[in-house]
């Protein structure tokens, strides 16, 4: 019986990583005080309103972490144009014939669970698989609808260029009626994406069993060492580094 | 044969109206009413939430502007049976009477008047026996020669400006004006005091309210929450304001408006034998002092008056198959052909223009002819309106109704029968608002005792979850419209409008002719007027705007494919 | 009857009173040909015509409507409708208050409408029904759309009143049977002056008559039509109440205590956050009061299809397209429901499926382990 020797594999840089966790972090904020925005719970306080601001904080929030995860998507725009090859634009480009060839293999084995003859080591993936680049691509466009709808919404309250430069987006839709109504269903998007990619990481690590879930706090994936030109020994490295 | 002439479009008027006359030997031998246009509310309500229907229907019409609201509410009310509060009741009540109030001034002035005054005339007024007049006939205190000349001077000026705005191509000079130039002046006078009143006592809806036109209405009662002791509800600054401006505004009506309709009545007393028409009136009822199902507690007695035998009142039920409305003169057609009636609640529409096509000159009066069905009581036509109103409560016994009414016909020095006419009508509408003026300061009075004593509810909010309604209901809520009898019929299915419809005081008066060939108010009562000059319609447009039309209710649903469908209806016509 | 244009101030006359000198009279008109998209050479003639009209001639058209509009321009305070219309405006045009009808009344608008072409404002109430060839709306046995083109025609300028005209308003609520349409669809190439709500504000009509007629030029529009002046700013936004919402305190059902406090009205549906109108800062009927302020949620009124943007009574975001029940909430729980158990089905399916490459590393995994050595 033959067993895989495995190599670590730095795929998601740090930045890749804070861009992650900000993420998560601002989407399960902006999630929860969306819902409250929208059905404010009932607040049976008797205090003076003068001496309250319960509702403006949870706007507060809510618009704070608008901000934290427009400038995230900033910079990690930038960074597909400096980072690794897993967090490159070109990662993300979906119309090469590889990246076709992966698409349709992940859709056979993972998502409609067909078994292969035989295991090629190269249809795994190192960093995102075609269909998990298309599922981000998607869900690029998507926060692009969320920070469209959400600074026209938010425009109108405030006195800085920024989320005036989105201002046009509410005569587009013909008011903030549907803006509003765009925004609200979006965020449910958001929500069904999230509950697949958590499903779907948590699957991939227990079929494939390379540390997927862990590398989104490390970095590193294990790579068979025959899918590396050279591989660097494990030990000598972490001696080297002590 | 007969010379047809045409009054479209009707002016000063709300909504879409048009006549067609024939005319031999300078009088009116027959006459054809017809509304063209429609819009289709009641199927645009169909599938709505029932709370949120009377800002739906309140579109119906901005001119009368809360009557479908109310008739809406009501109807949910009565099938959901929902009381509501007094406070709520009382409130309703004031908003309707400063309507009346409202519009009834700003019909006889902005309306009606322009048929009876001649504002080009008033030139050529002498300023001093006008105020002469004036103070002979009200103490107002607007009254003095310097007062009148000054309007007249500002006339003059608009006058010799040549762009005569909305008086341009009037009936000035007209053989049938005949104020002298003194009484031309103080109506033109009026008409510009009224104007500037009219956006006073409507300041009673925007407290109550929020906004007029169209105020904010609720299922269960009102959403103006009373708060004696806080600024975020009605309180005593408030509510002063409504009685200060109901005040002012009964000041209005007592000091300008009947004055001004006695003395120019007393020179028209020859229109009391014009416009007679078939002489059956009905009146649904209104004021509820005691919640609506107590029909006794109404300030306005419901009944119907046949052939103007006054001296017998027969009962009006909207329940059974007593109302009824045909289609057979009207652009729709019914699944079982178009000469059965259809009670409101089985009602059905379908709309099939088959009209010439525009531009036109003549309808073909042969076969369909308007966008308004033709509503029956027990077959019959009524005529609806202040006058029916007035002399339901006269045939009813109400002592307060016959004291005004004689006390007007003494004063103007006609016999019973000058009401049933041109004039009486125009003549009820000010008896009328007298009366309403009256009754809504003493309603202003038990909301204020109301609150003394400690209630503060304004609304009834135990069967607002629709999980409370039951799978199906059905109601009808009924008002007397400024305009006349008003009811909205409505079927609930699984907390949706399943069915709605609109049976408007206009619809009875303006309709076109039923299946027995029996015309309604507005054809019959044109019948016999004289018109002195054909190219002239002013004596069609006296008669016409006696009613105070309001066409824009005119609206029924159809299904765009012509197919049959089952549901929604509207019966014209707009409170004005 | 003879003009005597000695005794009537023209616009240009008027403004050089007010200050302005010839250079800027010549700047407004520029800009408003500029606006209004003309070419340059039709300057001097918009320049002239502000100059030498007397009243501003102004015909009103009526067609799929219910009058509030003209009711509520009646209702304006400042300035008060008589002074409109005796000497600001010439009002040659209106069902609702002119004195003749039939033949005359429409002879009167043909008369402004040849005397004073390109030079008057044309005002719309009501939408236009394109449905059965436009059979759904006949004034003087002419159709709207024809009356309406006719009109606009000659017409320097066209204002919508209310969201009727503006954006099609009831009837032009689902299933829109009559086929209503909002006259900025109808007609490109004319200045638009779109003033939605049901009605207007009385002030806010009378106003853009003001501005039109005492400055000489339209107002500024922003992208939607609409005069700055007046729909700049959300109803939520200037709305007295704004400290509850900013607090969290809001009243949950009418008539309650929160509602007696006048808490605010967001629970209860209230529109005014996504409603742009001048209802917080110029209230109605001289600032009596505005729906807020009488305890009853903003519906939206001034806003494009707020009769079909869900329940009144209700915050809730409606999925575009569904009829009924189509909540966005409702459908999302649902959806999440059985995604969650799509998912799951996946999970099992996956062990059974993969149960040989599972079961193997998990045999490789354990006789590793046996075979630990330190």
């Known amino acids: ?242 | 044969m007969a010379n047809r002439i045409v009054v479209d479009p009707v002016t000063r008027i709300e909504g879409h109206l048009r006549i067609e006359a024939e005319i031999k030997d300078g009088k009116i031998v027959d006459a054809y009413s017809s509304s063209t246009m429609v819009r289709g509310i009641e199927q645009i309500v169909k599938g709505r939430d029932p709370r949120d229907v009377w800002a739906f229907v309140q579109r119906t019409c901005g001119v009368c502007t809360t009557v479908h609201a109310l008739a809406s509410v009501r109807a949910v009310e009565d099938a959901l049976d929902i009381a509501i509060p007094a406070n709520a009741e009382m409130v309703r009540n004031i908003m309707e009477g400063s309507l009346y109030m409202h519009d009834h001034v700003v019909h006889f002035y902005h309306l009606h008047a322009l048929d009876w005054v001649d504002v080009v005339n008033c030139l050529k007024a002498d300023p001093k026996k006008t105020s002469e007049i004036a103070q002979s006939i009200s103490s107002w205190p607007k009254s003095s020669p310097g007062y009148f000349s000054d309007v007249q001077r500002r006339i003059q000026k608009f006058v010799e400006s040549g762009q005569l705005g909305i008086f341009a191509n009037g009936y000035w000079g007209h053989p049938q004006m005949k104020l002298p130039a003194e009484v031309n002046l103080l109506g033109v006078a009026h008409y510009l005091e009224a104007l500037e009143w009219q956006k006073e006592i409507v300041k009673i809806h925007t407290i109550f309210g929020g906004k007029n036109p169209h105020p904010n209405y609720l299922v269960g009662g009102m959403a103006c929450a009373i708060n004696s002791e806080s600024p975020g509800g009605l309180n005593a600054e408030r509510l002063a304001m409504v009685g200060k401006l109901l005040k002012e505004g009964k000041q209005f009506v007592e000091q300008v408006y009947i004055p001004d309709l006695l003395a120019i009545a007393s020179f028209y007393k020859d229109w009391g034998a014009i416009g007679k028409g078939f002489g059956n009136y009905m009146s649904y009822g209104d004021f509820p002092t005691n919640g609506y199902a107590d029909l006794s507690s109404f300030k306005f007695p419901q009944g119907v008056i046949l052939d103007r035998d006054l001296s017998k009142v027969h009962d009006v039920d909207h329940r059974n198959g007593d109302i009824e409305e045909f289609v057979n003169n009207s652009w729709y057609n019914y699944s079982d052909g178009d000469d059965k009636g259809k009670h409101p609640w089985d009602g059905e529409t379908n709309i099939n223009y088959s009209g010439p096509k525009p531009p036109y000159d003549f309808l073909n009066v042969e076969e369909k002819y308007s966008f308004i069905k033709t509503p029956r009581w027990k077959g019959l036509p009524m005529e609806v309106g202040p006058l029916a109103r007035l002399l339901v409560g006269y045939g009813r016994g109400n002592k307060e109704i016959q004291d005004a009414v004689n006390g007007a016909l003494t004063h103007l020095d006609v016999p019973v029968d000058a009401l049933f006419s041109t004039l009486g009508r125009t003549a009820a509408r000010g008896i009328e608002t007298q009366l309403v003026a009256n009754w809504t300061m003493g309603f202003y009075d038990t909301l204020m005792n109301n609150i003394k004593n400690g209630d503060e509810r304004m609304a009834n909010m135990n069967s607002w979850e629709p999980k409370t309604w039951p799978a199906e209901a059905k109601g009808v809520g009924f008002m007397e419209a400024p305009r006349g009898a008003l009811a909205h019929w409505i079927r609930i299915k699984d907390g949706k409008t399943a069915n709605y419809q609109q049976v408007v005081p206009s619809t009875w008066n303006a309709s076109p002719r039923d299946p027995k060939g029996q015309r309604s108010a507005y054809e019959s009562t044109l019948i016999g007027t004289p018109v002195a000059d054909p190219e002239l319609p002013l004596e069609i447009i006296r008669t016409i705007h006696s009613f105070d039309p309001c066409i824009a209710c005119a609206v029924h649903l159809y299904d765009e494919h012509g197919n049959h469908i089952s549901q929604v209806q509207n019966i014209a016509s707009c409170e004005r | 009857m003879s003009i005597n244009n000695e005794q009537r101030k023209t616009y240009y006359e008027s403004i050089i009173k007010n200050g302005y000198n010839r250079r800027d009279f010549m700047k407004f008109t520029t800009y408003m040909a500029a606006f209004m998209g003309l070419e340059s050479t039709m300057v001097g003639q918009i320049a002239k015509s502000l100059e030498n009209t007397p009243r501003l001639p102004v015909i009103w058209e009526h067609y799929q409507e219910c009058t509030c509009c003209s009711e509520s321009f009646i209702r304006s305070d400042h300035p008060i409708v008589a002074d409109i219309i005796l000497d600001r405006i010439s009002l040659d045009y209106t069902l609702t208050l002119m004195a003749a009808s039939g033949h005359q009344a429409e002879a009167a608008k043909q008369e402004t409408m040849n005397k004073y072409k390109g030079e008057y404002i044309l005002c719309v109430e009501g939408s236009i029904p394109l449905g059965d060839d436009g059979n759904y709306c006949c004034i003087a046995g002419k159709s709207a759309k024809e009356s309406f083109l006719e009109a606009a025609e000659g017409a320097k300028a066209i204002i919508a009143w209310g969201s009727c005209a503006s954006n099609g308003c009831i009837q032009a609520a689902k299933p829109n049977p009559t086929e209503a349409t909002p006259i900025h669809k109808i007609v490109k190439n004319k200045p638009i002056i779109r003033v939605p709500g049901c009605p207007p504000i009385g002030e806010v009509m009378a106003g853009i008559i003001v501005h039109v007629v005492a400055f000489g030029r339209l107002p500024e529009l922003d992208r939607l039509g609409r005069p700055k002046a007046f729909y700049a700013k959300r109803v939520h936004d200037s709305c007295y109440r704004r400290p509850y919402y900013d607090a969290g305190l809001f009243a949950e059902t009418f008539d309650d205590h929160n509602a007696k406090e006048g808490y605010c009205l967001y629970k209860l549906g209230c529109k005014g956050p996504m409603t742009y109108n001048s209802c917080g800062t110029i209230k109605w009927n001289n600032g009596v009061s505005y729906p807020i302020q009488s305890g009853h949620g903003c519906i939206g009124c001034s806003e494009a299809n707020f009769w079909d943007n869900g329940p009144f009574y209700e915050r809730a975001t409606k999925v575009p397209g569904l009829e009924e029940e189509g909540l966005a909430d409702d459908i999302g729980k649902v959806a999440a429901g059985v995604l969650a158990g799509g998912l799951a089905v996946h999970a099992v399916a996956a062990n059974i499926s993969k149960r040989k490459e599972l079961m193997s590393r998990i045999r490789r995994g354990k006789s590793n382990e046996k075979n630990i050595d330190s």
């Open chain 1, 1 to 242: 019986m033959k067993t895989r020797n495995f190599k670590r594999v730095m795929v998601w840089e740090l930045p890749v990583r804070i861009f992650h966790w900000l993420n998560v972090l601002c989407i399960v904020v902006l999630t929860i005080t969306g819902f409250l925005i929208a059905n404010p719970p009932a607040i049976l306080s008797s205090a003076e309103a003068t001496n309250l601001h319960t509702f403006g904080i949870i706007r507060f929030i809510h618009f704070t972490a608008a901000y934290i995860f427009f400038f995230v998507m900033i910079l990690r725009i930038y960074w597909a144009f400096v980072g690794n090859q897993f967090a490159s634009w070109r990662a993300f480009w979906p119309f090469t014939k590889k990246n076709w060839n992966n698409f349709w293999h992940v859709l056979k084995i993972d998502i409609f669970l067909l078994n292969e003859e035989k295991h090629d080591v190269r249809d795994i993936s190192i960093g995102h698989n075609s269909v998990a680049t298309l599922s981000y691509l998607v869900m690029f466009f998507i926060a692009l609808i969320q920070v469209f709808t959400g600074f026209a919404l938010y425009a109108d309250m405030s006195s800085w260029w920024l989320p005036k430069l989105f201002s046009w987006v509410i005569p587009l839709f013909g008011g903030d009626f549907m803006v509003r109504t765009i925004h609200h269903i979006a965020m449910w998007l958001f929500i069904f994406f999230s509950m697949i990619h958590v499903y779907l990481v948590f699957y991939h690590d227990y079929i494939e069993g390379r540390g997927e879930v862990s590398s989104m706090f490390g970095g590193f994936k294990f790579v068979d060492e025959t899918r590396l030109k050279k591989a660097v020994e494990e030990l000598d490295e972490e001696i080297k580094t002590d």
